[in-house]
């Protein structure tokens, strides 16, 4: 029997060698000189601290630390508003980051997820590196990873669900930041605990930013706000999601805008007109019918085409938001009756204009705002052309994607799993357009009495709600 080559690998030894390449790790040394400069911190604290004595002394170091520490203290008592805004979110990283994110506890979570590896030619235990931490809410983190070779982000969010359990977090979002890390969203608990008051109506239209209407509150704390100009918006959610909120809570934050005219609603409200009657008189058309939903649509598109043709009179790209060229708002509650579950011919005729207007009407400033519970292609066929979407609590896991995009549940936005019960009407998920992570958001809650106060501040002076000539002849 022929021996073996003695170029063949040896599997036990101490030293291995695979291809003429050197297989030993880094010397401990250079190991950890490389760790030093990734943390400079712990080289820099002790040589201020070293400063301070030698020049202050001992005594004069320590009362100026303990003067930075009450400094500190006395920030985050009296001025919590900057504190959480500038001071918070850097010590909760980097407290975070040392108790959390590092040393034998970050390994095991590692090695016990299955994210850990084994280097193939040298045995060493590979362990995915924390590059840094952000921390902008009490309750979120995020933490940017950088994996070891030979996972993708795929192999991440695949475990993502056993991740979140061995943190004990309420859940995890993974995605791609940039080749070879991966940024890890960490919600450690449920960041709404209250209900959002409605927004409050702005004194003058010149107060109100179009391209940040504010709805309600996000999760790191901030406000939550949506534009009403820059496109379409499809805001999908099961009944008592929540969806009467964003209505509601965009029409109050417009509450000058659609006194002067500088925005004008157009509603659709197929229900009857239950639940937006109380709202007539901000509304420039009104339909409750199909038959008045498609002449108001029919209408809707002639005013885009005589807006058009007189941009192009004055060669004018775009139009800014006035009294002459006021932002025409289409607004449809329920748009599955429109689109879905009516008449096959009516259904037909509006899918038709609905999508001129919404392939056209950008420039222009017509806009639609679409509110539905089912989201799928059948029921919306225009479903892509919305290009600003809100995903409150649904009933399903595929409804996840088919609003916010494909993936968009695998990247954290939980929307099937939010409680159907009133203490989570309102919360739901956005896609960030910078980071492509999903923000959970809570929206205001707006009350009658909200509507009424909206109504009797900011009703156009002359109520234009259209009775059709079938309701008239009925009367």
Known sequence: MKQRSSSATRINGPARSHGGRATRPPGREVQATAWLFRHPGFVLAPLLGLGLTLTLGAFGAGLGIAALVAVVLVWWRVHPATFDRFAAPRLRACWRRWTVYRGRRWSRLMADTGLTREHRHTGEH?????????????????????????????????RASVLWEA??????????HRPGVVAIVIEWELPFTRVIPAPDIPDQADDVDLRAVEIGDNEHGQPFTASVI???????????????SILWGTLRSLGPCL????????MVDLKGGVETEQGAPLFHRY??????????????????????????????????????????????????MLTAYGDRTAVRDALRLLAEIMTQGRASLFSVQGYLQEPSKDVLDVRELFTQRIALAVTAASHVDMVLGDGARERGALADEIPGDERHAGIGFVIDHGSRLPVRFRAAYVTDDDIAELVARCAPPVAEVIELASDRGAA
């Open 126 to 158: 590979l362990v995915p590196r924390v590059l840094w931490v952000r921390s902008s809410s009490a309750t979120i983190d995020t933490v940017y990873v950088r994996m070891v070779r030979g996972q993708d982000v795929a192999y991440w969010q695949e």
């Open 167 to 176: 943190l004990i977090a309420h859940r995890v979002a993974i995605t791609r």
């Open 230 to 244: 820059d496109g379409h918006r499809l805001v999908a959610g099961r009944t008592g999601s929540g969806k009467g």
């Open 259 to 266: 006194r002067d005219g500088v925005a004008r609603v157009w």
């Open 287 to 336: 339909a409750t019918t199909m038959t008045q939903a498609l002449d108001m649509l029919t209408e809707f598109r002639d005013a885009m085409r005589d807006r058009q043709d007189w941009m192009r009179d004055h060669n004018i790209r775009r139009c800014t938001p006035s009294v002459e060229t006021p932002v025409e708002l289409l607004v449809i509650d329920e748009m599955a």
